[in-house]
């Protein structure tokens, strides 16, 4: 934008004469613009010599700048909207592995209760009681046996 300011107010007072076109601009020594101008990022350059192929100074219905041009482009935003894809993969990744972890510790929980019924069963008094909470255990232990069998295994 300095740029844009300094070559319009070095083109009024007449140190540079008006660019009508990328390939006949030359920055001149000596002056803000052509001094701004050979400091420029090289990824700008594009965007600026497409620009002054409007005409810019001379055209009202040309872009007001070259960072509406298509071809600017950062690198920088190339690289974070490429970060930003790789981010939501692994994003979907931990959800994944998370939703595994828990459905270990899901059956963690289950085993440890069959553990439980199954001593349970072995101190009532009473054989039916007894026989009732041993086969609680054993239909936990076989549910989660086969859920177990289901869980993808990753080594």
């Known amino acids: 934008m300095r740029w844009i300011s300094a070559a319009d107010s070095d083109i009024r007072s007449g140190l540079i004469e008006r660019p009508t076109e990328a390939s006949l601009y030359e920055p001149t020594v000596g002056t803000v613009s052509g001094f701004i101008f050979e400091r420029m990022r090289d990824e700008f350059r594009p965007a600026l ?8 100074f001379g055209n009202p219905d040309a872009p007001a700048t070259p960072f509406v041009m298509d071809e600017y482009q950062l690198e920088a935003s190339a690289r974070a909207d490429d970060l930003q894809v790789l981010a939501e993969l692994r994003s979907a990744d ?9 459905d270990y ?50 080594i």
């Open 49 to 56: 010599d497409a620009w002054l192929d409007t005409d810019p």
């Open 94 to 102: 931990g959800i994944d592995n998370n939703q595994q972890a828990d």
């Open 105 to 154: 510790v899901l059956m963690a929980v289950i085993f440890a209760s069959v553990l439980f019924f199954v001593g349970l069963s072995s101190k009532l008094a009473n054989p039916r009681s007894g026989l009732a909470i041993l086969i609680v255990g054993i239909v936990l232990f076989v549910g989660g046996a086969v859920t177990l069998l289901t869980f993808p295994i990753q």
